[in-house]
């Protein structure tokens, strides 16, 4: 049988570096087989010799080349009557294996660069441990709010759990804490203070382009989860469904439970070393999720749907720890908890889509069901703004649109677009020039 190249075989004419470097990129993911004195196509190289000394020298090459060093296992075969040499090297236990200092993979039938983020991910993967439970030196024990501590540590006692520890004990007995320095998970749930390193965008959009409403958090990513919740509830719709009992039935547009399902694994699974925000706009007939961090190297989106992988958490520290607050059931299954929860409320299957560096999940509204809500939503939203807008126009006539951007809690587009529409409405008019004039509430 004709052999090709795959992502377990390569051939090469003769020996040099790109050997090694393909046996590198085999260590590094599932081992394979160098072919050498082949061309291509497959076929033996006639003139090819193997000296008396040759294969020993390069497998001495090849040690001193590698880092961690390999050691390939090497054979004479004959191809067409002709000898031929192969190295065999089985995926390394201790990952990533260098050549020359550049990092390798095998992706089908070439060698890729890994970039640094890649680097870092294999060797964290191999030490079995995640990058939030390293200590983070650039910060100290001064960074964490106990009280932000001691509020976990209470909705954990709620759910069953038996905690007689204080804060401090109770991070170093989570290992929150490492060398008297607070470990990248604990920072993320309990810093004190607002860093860009959890920022989330949020924004309530009439056009791709016109902004009805924006908001940002970047606090702590316990208190994030209800922050963004909060935004999107404000956003949709309810209907209000009278029982007949003490308690009625709120029913959103969308699920609320895969919203949530979704926020949360949005704020889990997120990779806080990319210089990316996370990113939620709420269209009339859609909710875009967009969380920077891709899948890992050997999932794809086949895999979630199928759920025929091993749940290998970015953040296993942070997963854990929101286990045991009663938020997330149980690694790996809220992909097909989301789909299900949109089947049974008869919506739209939910779009997942791998997007530069990041995931987007897109949940949608039929089409008949988007334009029935809208205007009711645009509506509830517009006169809360309209109320607010011309209260502050009437206690200030000069006020601007930054001055308005602050008190009414919108982007400086989302007011000039309801200034906009005031104007248009016959309700306020704009008296002399945009520097120095004043608005006029006409009715």
């Known amino acids: 049988m004709q052999l090709k190249e795959t992502q377990h075989i390569e051939f090469k004419p003769g020996f040099n570096n790109d050997v090694i470097e393909t046996l590198v990129a085999f260590a590094n993911t599932k081992g394979g087989?160098?072919?050498?004195g082949v061309d291509n196509n497959g076929k033996?190289?006639?003139?090819?010799?193997?000296?008396?000394?040759?294969?020993?020298?390069?497998?001495?090459?090849?040690k001193t080349k590698t880092q961690q060093q390999i050691i390939p296992d090497w054979e004479i075969v004959k191809m067409q009557n002709v000898d031929v040499v192969t190295f065999s090297i089985q995926e390394y236990p201790i990952k990533p294996v260098s050549c020359r200092g550049k990092?390798?993979?095998?992706?089908?039938?070439?060698?890729?660069?890994?970039?640094?983020t890649e680097v870092v991910n294999m060797h964290l993967q191999t030490l079995n441990v995640s990058w939030d439970a390293y200590p983070d030196t650039g910060h100290s024990l001064d960074d964490i709010s106990f009280e932000k501590v001691q509020n976990a540590i209470e909705i954990q006692?709620?759910?069953?759990?038996?905690?007689?520890?204080?804060?401090?004990?109770?991070?170093?007995?989570?290992?929150?804490?490492?060398?008297?320095?607070?470990?990248n998970a604990a920072l993320l749930m309990f810093k004190n203070k607002e860093s860009v390193e959890t920022t989330?965008?949020?924004?309530?959009?009439?056009?791709?382009?016109?902004?009805?409403?924006?908001?940002?958090?970047?606090?702590?990513?316990?208190?994030?989860?209800?922050q963004v919740?909060?935004?999107?509830?404000?956003?949709?719709?309810?209907?209000?469904?009278?029982?007949?009992?003490?308690?009625?039935?709120?029913?959103?547009?969308?699920?609320?439970?895969?919203?949530?399902?979704?926020?949360?694994?949005?704020?889990?699974?997120r990779d806080y070393r990319l210089p990316y925000d996370s990113i939620v706009k709420i269209f009339d007939n859609k909710i875009e999720f967009y969380n920077p961090g891709k899948l890992p190297e050997s999932m794809d989106i086949d895999d979630l749907f199928s759920g025929n992988y091993k749940s290998t958490p970015r953040n296993r520290k942070v997963a854990d720890f929101f286990k045991n607050l009663g938020w997330i059931e149980k690694y790996g299954s809220g992909i097909g908890r989301i789909r299900a929860?949109?089947?049974?409320?008869?919506?739209?299957?939910?779009?997942?889509?791998l997007i530069s560096e990041g995931f987007q999940v897109t949940v949608f509204l039929?089409?008949?069901?988007?334009?029935?809500?809208?205007?009711?939503?645009t509506q509830k939203t517009t006169r809360k703004t309209t109320r607010e807008i011309l209260q502050a126009i009437k206690q200030k006539p000069e006020i601007t649109r930054s001055e308005l951007s602050e008190i009414v809690g919108i982007s400086e587009d989302g007011i000039k677009w309801n200034l906009a529409n005031l104007k248009t409405r016959g309700v306020i008019e704009r008296i002399g020039a945009d520097k120095g004039g004043y608005w006029k509430i006409i009715k």
């Open 366 to 377: 039929p089409e008949n069901a988007a334009k029935k809500t809208t205007r009711k939503t």
């Open 103 to 116: 990092y390798f993979k095998r992706v089908n039938n070439s060698n890729h660069l890994l970039s640094v």
């Open 157 to 183: 006692k709620s759910n069953h759990l038996t905690i007689n520890e204080s804060p401090l004990p109770f991070l170093l007995k989570n290992d929150l804490i490492r060398d008297e320095k607070p470990v």
């Open 229 to 269: 919740l909060d935004f999107v509830r404000k956003h949709i719709n309810v209907e209000i469904i009278i029982t007949g009992e003490p308690q009625n039935i709120q029913k959103w547009q969308y699920p609320y439970e895969a919203i949530r399902e979704i926020v949360l694994n949005m704020i889990i699974h």
């Open 200 to 226: 989330i965008e949020l924004g309530r959009f009439k056009t791709p382009i016109a902004i009805l409403d924006t908001s940002r958090t970047q606090s702590d990513i316990i208190t994030q989860v209800n």
């Open 44 to 62: 033996p190289i006639k003139n090819f010799t193997i000296g008396k000394e040759s294969i020993q020298n390069w497998i001495n090459e090849i």
């Open 341 to 353: 929860y949109f089947k049974e409320a008869k919506l739209p299957e939910p779009e997942f889509r």
């Open 33 to 36: 087989k160098v072919f050498i």
